[in-house]
């Protein structure tokens, strides 16, 4: 048959594929090297035709006949000749018609169809429709995008079971994990489907990942990806849904994860395209065009899609294992629990710095949990690798990375975090009662034992490890103490064409993570060095994927032109910058969408620093860390003397000690005790065995306790002891009424209310 009077039509009873450039190219390679093979019945183009037309062709066709066509003994079939002015309906071929014309000699240009009476079920058309594709492989997306359009007809006249059933057959043995997330996760289903209005991004979509993705518990997070992702292109789109259905994956591929907004070079490379045509070739009009160009250079971070999506999920993973360390086991998710085992109360958010040093700024519960949250997740990616057995992807020419062993200090350390930023839970107890310098000063004496054939006394093994604990622990304090006071921020784009496509989504790369491991806080984040604008940095692509993951509060920073002269700093590699510390997030004026985490518990407000700035000590040497970071941890105005000295301050120190349901007096009952004194005495309890706790309840660390007493007023360490750890209410009671009580506006509650028989 004439391919001239082949025509595609696109059917009602299913969405047409969309041409696939790639599957033109493929079919045009082969036409050139094989030839069509347009006998074979496989490579047949079924059409359909009402019997008018069948009759008219069969008149015109000579030795043709109604018989020869139903019986067709010969090798080549009859030729039969469609009368001018009509054209075959045909079900599909589309690729194989495309690329013969774009191939084939005019008189080349014929095919093989399987003809069908108009009278044939909807459902036979279907089949027809859809059964080719046996041999043609349909990505994930595709199988989606049908079997959603068949769950979801209307058309009650249409029998779709059959059909849809064909479509989970393709998915060979990937059916449990999507009907997982049908059936157990609306929400889900309902980000995903909500993208279906854009066809050209499903390529990406990895169906035998969902199980993974659900089984994360980090909805919260996931979510707002899959939400940020409708949310850069309608904003790419103008929200024209129409021009979101007819935006096709070529254009997509080449848009993936690039920063048109941000990167000169990036927006240089793909000018050519869209100047061209290539990219968006079936938005004709100029003036969508135009502005489509426009709307791309206002787009912020990296053009995600749901293959970013996938491959992004992959580097939430790590530090989502640690975050579940922070409380028992749950099948909720972890924003869930993090919130649950948050503790209400005070007016400071404790914003972190570095791993030693951080400063206070007033701000509310939300302001206090939104920010103290993702500070623990900043952690986790911080010290991943220190922390579980995980490694970064390799680089071209370096050896294979390999999983390191957990550092008991980090694990020691991260769970201070969470309690100074406060959270606190009976796992967080437990992970702050941990010692990390005895545990390391133990390691360290074992391994010189097999250095030698020789035995430690039994006896002096506990005093030699006491011994190298100090020393660890007073080494990892001066530097604590010691630090710069300036601190360098990262840029957002370099030189040149800066971080490569292939290193823009996924696992963080070896070097990559040296690099912007030291810089992942709130400040470099909110407050980024803007840099030279040509290419993007590893870190602009760090700095994406947490705002796509969190969401961007609207118009967060850390400016405030107060604190500008008091934290020097410079970024890397873009001169000397001052900044700020203001987690600003007024109303924006602009009329774009405005994204934030999806559970927030209200919009984040305005809040201002504290020109006081602390310095958080290791940990196991860290004492309380309530959220009134201020009042817990030693504050020093920026003016100070680092060399001052305070260590032979005196003051006059409670000890109880809480064991079996009764509270009763140390040996030492009180006495007017410096902080040395008070910690060479906890450090001989600690070697007995015992915990140490204050009057609120919560565990305090060896290094810091004189100080945590004395600022919160009661002066009073409990020792309880270690391997039957039991902090109860009636323990706090006791402790209160027999304590020293600063003013009652500074006590904090420390029961949780949905449960008043626990203490977290």
């Known amino acids: ?66 018989d020869t066509l139903l019986d067709n003994p010969k090798k080549e079939p009859p030729e039969l000749n469609i009368p001018p002015g ?149 904003t790419i789109l103008g929200k024209n849904e129409a021009l979101m259905r007819i935006t096709d994956q070529t254009t997509v591929k080449a848009l993936e994860v690039r920063a048109p907004g941000d990167s000169k070079a990036d927006l240089a490379a793909l000018e050519p395209l869209f100047r061209s ?35 992004d999920f992959k580097y939430l993973g790590p530090p989502a294992r640690i975050m579940r360390q922070l409380f028992g086991k749950t099948k909720r998710t972890v924003y869930k629990e993090m919130d649950d085992i948050f503790l209400e109360g005070g007016s400071q958010l404790t914003v972190q710095d570095s791993d030693q040093t951080s400063y206070s700024v007033p701000g509310n519960e939300t302001d206090r949990f939104e920010f103290g949250y993702r500070q623990v997740w900043l952690y986790a990616w911080r010290h991943f690798l220190k922390l579980i057995p995980e490694c970064p992807r390799k ?41 990390p310098y005895r545990e390391i000063a133990r390691d360290a004496l074992l391994k010189a034992h097999d250095l030698d054939d020789c035995e430690y006394e039994e006896a002096v093994f506990g005093t030699y490890q006491d011994q190298i604990a100090r020393i660890i622990q007073m080494a990892m304090t001066r530097v604590a103490r010691n630090g710069p006071r300036t601190y360098t921020k990262p840029t957002l784009s370099v030189g040149g064409p800066g971080e490569a496509l292939e290193r823009r989504c996924g696992r ?22 803007a840099g030279e604008r040509e290419g993007i940095s590893s870190f602009y692509v760090r700095s994406s994927v947490y705002f796509a993951f969190f969401g961007r509060p609207i118009r967060s920073s850390f400016a405030d032109s107060n604190s500008q002269q008091e934290r020097p700093t410079q970024g890397v590699g873009a001169g000397n910058e001052t900044p700020s510390h203001n987690l600003e997030t007024q109303p924006s004026q602009s009329d774009g969408p405005q994204e934030g985490h999806p559970q927030s518990k209200s919009s984040i407000r305005a809040i201002s620093p504290d ?15 309530t959220p009134e970071a201020s009042n817990t941890i030693a504050l020093r105005d920026d003016q100070e003397d680092l060399g001052e000295d305070t260590e032979m301050e005196i003051h006059r120190i409670v000890f109880k000690v809480w064991e079996d349901g009764r509270l009763t007096d140390q040996r030492i009952t009180t006495a007017e005790m410096s902080r040395p004194q008070v910690e060479q005495y906890v450090r001989g309890q600690i070697g007995a065995g015992m915990c140490l706790v204050n009057t609120r309840g919560r565990i305090l660390n060896e290094g810091r306790c004189y100080d945590a007493v004395v600022r919160d007023g009661t002066k009073t360490i409990i020792f309880t002891p270690r391997d039957k750890l039991d902090i109860t209410r009636q323990m706090i009671e006791f402790a209160r009424q027999d304590s020293e009580i600063c003013e009652p506006s500074k006590r904090r509650q420390v029961i949780r209310e949905e449960n008043e028989d626990e203490v977290t």
């Open 395 to 435: 680089e071209d020419g370096q050896p294979t990375p390999v999983p390191q062993e957990p550092s008991k200090y980090r694990w020691c350390q991260f769970p201070s975090l969470a309690s100074q930023l406060g959270f606190q839970s009976d796992q967080i107890n437990r992970l702050m009662s941990l010692n």
């Open 1 to 66: 048959m004439d391919q001239d009077q082949v025509k595609i039509i696109e059917r009602k009873i299913a969405e047409d594929r969309g041409l696939s450039r790639e599957n033109v190219e493929i079919l045009k390679h082969t036409f050139k090297t094989e030839g069509c093979l347009r006998l074979e019945p496989k490579h047949h183009i079924p059409a359909i035709i009402d019997q008018q037309t069948l009759d008219l062709a069969i008149n015109s066709s000579p030795a043709v006949s109604l």
């Open 508 to 529: 963080t790369f070896g070097n990559a993570y040296k690099h912007d491991r030291k810089f992942l806080f709130l400040d470099s984040l909110y407050d980024p060095v």
């Open 277 to 311: 045509s290539e990219l968006f070739s079936a938005v004709q009009s100029p003036d969508d065009r135009k502005n489509i160009w426009n709307n791309l250079q206002q787009v912020k971070g990296l053009i995600p899609i749901i293959e970013s999506f996938f491959e």
């Open 86 to 234: 009509y054209s075959l309906e045909c079900i599909h071929g589309r690729h194989r018609v495309q690329a013969g014309n774009e191939t084939l000699a005019p008189r080349d240009k014929w095919w093989t169809v399987d003809l069908y009476l108009d009278d044939a079920s909807l459902d036979l058309r279907t089949a027809l429709s859809e059964e080719y594709s046996n041999s043609i492989n349909f990505s994930d997306g595709e199988i989606y995008q049908k079997i959603h359009y068949y769950k979801s007809y209307t058309d009650r006249s249409m029998d779709t079971g059959f059909a849809e059933k064909q479509w989970w057959a393709r998915l060979k043995g990937k059916q449990k994990d999507l009907k997982m997330m049908f059936d157990k996760h609306p929400k889900f289903t309902a980000a995903f489907d909500a993208l279906l209005v854009i066809p050209g991004i499903w390529g990406g979509l990895r169906i035998g990942m969902i199980h993974k993705v659900l089984a994360l518990k980090c909805d919260e997070e996931l979510l707002q990806y899959l939400q940020h992702i409708l949310t850069v292109w309608s």
């Open 611 to 625: 020109k006081r700035q602390m310095t958080i000590m290791p940990a196991g040497s860290e004492m309380e860390t």
